[in-house]
């Protein structure tokens, strides 16, 4: 299992990758077969799953994931190529997830894309998908503004139930319902993990805006041993309902990262969360 | 007349049959012997022939056996612990390879290896150490063949050992080789009921040959020992299997005056524990151990004019390693290293010098000093840590020294000898990386602590001697004080890892505490009809935070008898122990009834030709006493009754 955020990881590969481009291009006078392209695609080929691909006038746009999209909290990456091959850096993205469903629609928690490579226009949004694509068919529309022009591109991704639930929803006392959907770990592992999960409510079908003023408790427990960990970290709100703490987990088996959820006046929202996460 | 005396110190005196006693001049430690009758003696070691290692360790005051089953007790010197004392076979480090102290190192020997078991004082780093010395052949002028067979039966537990040896010795070249098994289903107690998972199963060879060349004498030994099916009573676990291969090579010689000695060696033990003999477990759970270890060590020994100097030196690197695997039904199984993969290297010198004022007077001091790494090779072990906040550097160095001076005076019938000892030992693998490793006596899972100093101790014993035609007496007071003393303390904010368990608990440095003992012992009518010896002994320890410190064994009196009558040879032991009600509660100790055990041997050899056949008829535990000792793990019953038969041919 890897040890380290792949987030991060990815990153870094694409960093050193850069790095590495950087050196061939200096030596590129001398040798003419540099291709720090094909070697990025390699990177994003080696480390993300292509979700899909559509093609709109002379843009194109690739969707990623770090695997199958799933029921939780889903990172997706986008790269936007045009006519000449070439990725497009300056262009901005409005995402519009949807579930339709016989009788209504209704839209899922989303971040916004933020750029992580400005060169590559390489972007990382993220969409909490609160249902598998059994109960009805997911819509992925990304409204793309380059060049002054909007081009409406619309994928229709599978999502489907992971083996351990990664994200929970529940009514508060407020009677509102919340989505809490785990983000790390991905690949938890023994020892100190960081514990990360976003928090979002339903103001109606169509908005789901992230809490950013709960407070939250955790315990890891083994169920079949009745015990727990010592020295963890209860998440605290770093920014857009991301709540960040740390899980220590003594031994590898099956645990329970049971959580309380309060509100900002310290009102329980849930005492009963857990999620599993077997190592 | 002084120097002669010094040359003793190496002399082995050697009679036939029973009588092989240590001519015991000079060094510092005290010899146990086993196996053979020390009829001249008659103490405390007037022993069983049919008796195991165990049992035999057992008769001598100083030590007492904590009992977890019918096999592998673990040796208790002076009540200190098993950290604080070092148990070497015949000068090799080997380390048990089970986090819960299921192999001690005895266990990893026959008696029928064996020599001896010195018992070292001032010389060496730990406080003391225990040292099981191996048989070896001897360069002798006239070649000979020897040999014996033997077998004997037990009643209560139908317990059976059995065994054969066959030595060769010359001018140029000495073999030795033997094997030995035994096997036992469970014991029943006073009460006539069978203890369940007091059963053994063991197997032992051991071969050794050596080669004089010139001055240069050389040897090369191997034992191999396997156990299977062992029960641990005391335990929630047993053991299937535990397996060690013992390997030596050695070189001495003389150079002038000067005797050097080398040796070479390597040891690895598995050590796998089983839970599927018992009725109902939470869980099953497979707990494997491993321990490697290899080692140089030399010492130097010469005289000069009135000293005596000696020097020696250690390279030891010993790797361990265990871990336990959980399987609940329907989930995951659970994995985590209770001794995650920890090399440590370490390096020792101790040179010591006797100087001889005159045939009264003699003085001793020596030096201990010990300098090594703990490396931890596991990255889930570094991992682990972490949930404890402990970041693991690249290595903790550890340093560890021991000073000593025993003065002793001497004349006629009269010995006095004084020995102070002052140092500091290095926190063992559990204490400083074990992860939650149970303790099923306290209920607690214990968790090293990295950050451990040393323990320090001060060592003070006071011995005398009284020796008038035949009639012996002798005193001995001692006193151990410590400093940062290590014990594991309660963490009431951590998890219980094992089912059940009652909390964890943390090794710390609590401290001060003290350990106060003594002994009181006469020989008797040696030259007499009767031979009689009797030893009182009593300990008593506390530490300053948690009460009485675990493992001081009450007042204890033992009376031993030999009688000869014709060709038959009677022997009679009385040991009376008194009630342990000084339990150390922290250690999960409980107090303990008053017992006596009555102990009785009838003997004969018949020779048949130019053989001998050695006849034995034992009884132990005579009144069928149902009785535990302060040691018994978990307050297991200890054996009744029984009667033992052995039968040895020699040649």
Redesign the interface.
């Known amino acids: 299992m890897c040890?380290i955020d792949p987030i991060n990881t990815s990153m870094k590969t694409l960093q050193t990758l850069f790095l590495a481009g950087l050196l061939v291009s200096a030596i590129s006078c001398k040798k003419d077969n540099p291709d720090p392209i094909d070697s990025f695609e390699e990177t994003i080929s080696s480390n993300f799953t292509e979700i899909a691909s559509q093609t709109i006038d002379s843009y194109t746009l690739t969707i990623y994931a770090q695997s199958d999209l799933i029921v939780g909290y889903n990172e997706i990456y986008m790269l936007l190529m045009d006519a000449d091959g070439s990725y497009v850096s300056d262009y901005e993205v409005h995402p519009h997830p949807m579930m339709e469903m016989p009788m209504m629609m209704h839209a899922t928690p989303f971040e916004y894309p933020k750029v992580v490579d400005t060169e590559k226009g390489f972007m990382r949004a993220s969409t909490t998908f609160i249902m598998p694509s059994t109960a009805g068919d997911w819509h992925l529309d990304y409204h793309v503004h380059v060049m002054d022009e909007e081009y409406a591109f619309s994928f229709n991704p599978t999502v489907v139930s992971p083996e351990e639930t990664r994200m929970l929803s529940f009514v508060g006392p407020d009677e509102k319902s919340y989505f809490l959907a785990l983000v790390s770990p991905t690949a938890p592992?023994?020892?100190?993990n960081n514990f990360e999960v976003v928090l979002y409510t339903k103001l109606d079908m169509m908005s789901f805006p992230a809490v950013t003023d709960a407070t939250m408790e955790i315990e890891p427990w083994?169920p079949?041993?009745?015990?727990?960990?010592?020295?963890n970290v209860n998440p605290v709100h770093d920014e857009l309902g991301h709540y960040m703490g740390k899980v220590?987990?003594?031994?590898?088996?099956?645990w329970e990262v049971k959580m309380t959820i309060k509100n900002a006046d310290g009102t329980v929202l849930s005492d009963a969360l857990a999620f599993d996460i077997?190592? | 007349m002084i120097k002669k005396g010094i040359l003793g110190v190496l002399l082995l005196w050697s009679t036939p049959y029973f009588a092989q006693v240590f001519l015991q001049i000079d060094t510092l430690e005290e010899v146990v012997v086993i196996n053979h009758y020390a009829t001249k003696s008659g103490g405390p070691n007037a022993l069983q022939m049919s008796a195991s290692l165990e049992e035999t360790l057992d008769r001598d005051a100083d030590l007492d056996l904590i009992r977890r089953g019918g096999y592998a007790a673990e040796v208790v010197y002076h009540g200190l612990s098993g950290t604080q004392t070092n148990t070497m076979i015949d000068g090799m480090r080997i380390y048990g390879a089970c986090t819960d102290k299921m192999d001690p190192v005895t266990a990893y020997v026959d008696e029928q290896n064996l020599h001896s078991l010195e018992k070292k004082g001032s010389n060496d780093v730990t406080i003391h150490s225990l040292n099981l010395k191996l048989k070896r052949g001897e360069f002798v002028p006239t070649s000979k063949h020897y040999g014996s067979f033997y077998s004997s039966v037990n009643s209560n537990n139908l317990g059976t050992r059995y065994g054969g040896q066959y030595g060769f010795n010359s001018m140029r070249l000495w073999l030795l080789v033997n094997a030995n098994g035994s096997r036992a289903s469970n014991y029943s107690d006073g009460s006539n009921r069978e203890v369940r998972f007091t059963q053994y199963e063991k197997f032992n060879a051991m071969a050794s040959v050596g080669l004089k060349l010139g001055r240069n004498e050389f040897s090369a030994t191997l034992v191999k020992d396997k156990a299977v099916d062992v029960g641990y009573a005391g335990l929630p676990m047993d053991v299937s299997s535990a397996d060690a291969l013992i390997a030596r090579f050695e070189h001495q010689t003389m150079l002038g005056n000067t005797n050097i000695n080398h040796q070479v060696y390597y040891n690895s033990i598995v050590h796998v524990m089983d839970d599927t003999k018992r009725d109902s477990v939470a869980m099953h759970m497979d707990m494997p151990g491993w321990s490697e270890t290899k080692g140089i060590s030399g010492r130097l020994n010469q005289t000069r004019g009135n000293w005596l100097l000696r020097a020696q030196y250690e390279l030891v690197q010993n790797s361990r390693r265990a871990e336990m695997t959980m399987y609940p039904e329907n989930e995951a199984e659970m994995y985590m290293e209770t001794w995650p993969e920890v090399v440590r290297s370490f390096a020792s010198v101790n040179p010591s010098a006797t100087y001889y004022f005159n045939e009264n007077y003699d003085i001793l001091v020596s030096a201990s000093l010990s300098t090594g790494v703990d490396k931890m090779q596991s990255p889930t072990g570094i991992k682990q840590l972490e949930v404890f906040g402990y970041t693991m550097p690249d290595g903790i160095q550890t340093n560890a020294g021991a000073g000593s001076a025993r003065i002793r005076f001497r004349k006629s019938s009269f010995e006095h000898q004084l020995t102070l000892k002052a140092g500091n030992r290095a926190p063992e693998l559990s204490e400083r990386f074990g992860f939650y490793l149970y303790n099923s006596q306290d209920g607690f899972d214990y968790i090293g602590n990295p950050d451990l100093k040393n323990e320090q101790f001060l060592h003070v014993s006071d011995d005398v001697k009284f020796d008038q035609l035949g009639q012996q007496f002798y005193a001995k007071a001692y006193a151990y004080l410590f400093d940062q003393y290590i014990f594991g303390v309660q963490e009431p904010a951590y998890f219980a890892m094992t089912p059940g368990g009652g909390g964890v608990k943390i090794y710390e440095n609590i401290g001060k505490a003290f350990i106060l003992g003594g002994e009181l012992g006469s020989s008797l009518f040696q030259s007499g009809k009767i031979p009689t010896t009797a030893v009182i002994s009593y300990r008593y320890g506390r530490s300053e935070r948690f009460g009485y410190l675990p493992q001081m064994s009450p007042l204890a009196f033992t009376l031993n008898h030999t009688y000869t009558w014709k060709k038959l040879q009677f022997g009679l032991s009385n040991k009376w122990v008194n009630r342990y009600n000084r339990a150390s509660l922290s250690f999960g100790e409980r107090n303990a009834k008053n017992y006596w055990l009555m102990d009785a041997t009838i003997s004969t050899n018949l020779p048949l030709k130019s053989t001998n056949i050695f006849v034995e008829l034992a009884g132990n535990n005579l009144l069928n006493q149902y009785y535990t000792t302060h040691l018994s793990w978990n307050g297991i019953p200890l054996m009744g009754r029984n009667i033992s038969l052995m039968a040895k041919w020699s040649f």
């Open positions: 040890a592992e023994v020892g100190e083994m079949s041993m009745s015990h727990g960990s010592p020295n220590n987990f003594s031994m590898t088996g099956h077997t190592l």
